[in-house]
């Protein structure tokens, strides 16, 4: 906590709490290796997992005051990429506009371009309630003004279901899809060559394939497209226990991560019968009213979007538009910083203080 002879700041129209120190206080900044749990409550639910402990891809830069953990910035970099992803940053509430979230955002970027990025990416929701924030954050930073990249939407699977299958056009193929087969993800060797050589390709320069996947896959709803009997897609879900709707956030809820169909096999509404199958599967394993989350990006699937706009947003009970910053990664990053961002035992699980203060995202 900072000395209580610092000056107070007024507190600002609820973001600046009253106890606000006027000068930033003394922080560091270390990256997290090996079991940082300590810093979950400063992430979303889903990806705080990945702290216990941090894997390779995970790049973890921690804030520390007064050997207290407040603050996180928590992002990916998949191995063979230059370009890195910022998923969450997030400062305690009292310590908020200090300068801390930035010089938290200047680590994070030092550690990602020491570890091969140029390029970092950021991505949120319109809905967000820390966007304001995020977004100014960013823009003192240098990174470029955000733009719609995408969509999410999110619905539930039953009434999708339905729908879908009396679709003029796709309910004939639903019923019969004939060489096509919708398979649980167990890959020959054949079949991982088939990943590599899709991945390698323009189309899919963004995806991970169920090989690189940096989430847990649900095997449930993660499947394989086969067309006689050769691996032609796929299409990729995980768990997710922020489903984004509102009314309920205990409803079970999947979010389809990566869809994948060879070009020369699109058009024959192949997709819409891979998604048809794993929402099927998802009313009956987790019911009508189970939840579907899934994102498709304006650059790379204009089509899907435009798909998704016509056909399943008069079915969703949401479409988010997702907005993306960037910032290129100077080489001179790879020097700032290499003082603070050590890797320190206390910050660990277990070595250091409980009790941090609950993150308001
Ligand atoms: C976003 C966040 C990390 C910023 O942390 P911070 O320590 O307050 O940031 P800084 O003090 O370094 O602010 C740097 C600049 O960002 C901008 N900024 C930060 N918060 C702002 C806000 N609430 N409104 C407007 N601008 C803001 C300002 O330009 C600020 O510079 P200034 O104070 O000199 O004007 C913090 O607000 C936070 O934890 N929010 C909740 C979590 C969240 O929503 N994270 C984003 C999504 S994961």
Redo the contacts with the bound molecule.
Sequence with gaps: MPPATQRRLPA?PG??PADHPATPPRASFPVLRGNAGLFSP???GRVGGWLEPVPDHVIAVGLIVGARPV?LALGTLLPGRSQCEL???????A???????????DAWQAEASGRGATECRAN?NET??????????L???GWTAPRASGLVVIGRVGKMVEEVSVWPGIAGRLAAPRSYAFEPLELTAADVEAVERYLSTPEAADMSGPIRQAEQLADDFSIAIRRDGRLVGWLLATETRRPLVETNTEVPAIRYLEAYLDPAYRHAGIMVGAYYHCYSRQVARLGRESVAVYYTSHDSRPRMVALTLRRFASLAERVETIFSASARLPATFRQQLAGECRAHPAHQRGAGPRGVAE???
């Design positions: 600002g973001e600046v400063f992430t979303f603050g998923l969450s940053i997030a400062v305690a509430p310590m908020r506009r200090l300068g801390l979230g930035g010089r938290l955002l949120y967000m309630p820390g966007r304001g924030a995020l977004k100014a954050l823009a003192r930073a993150l308001e995202i």
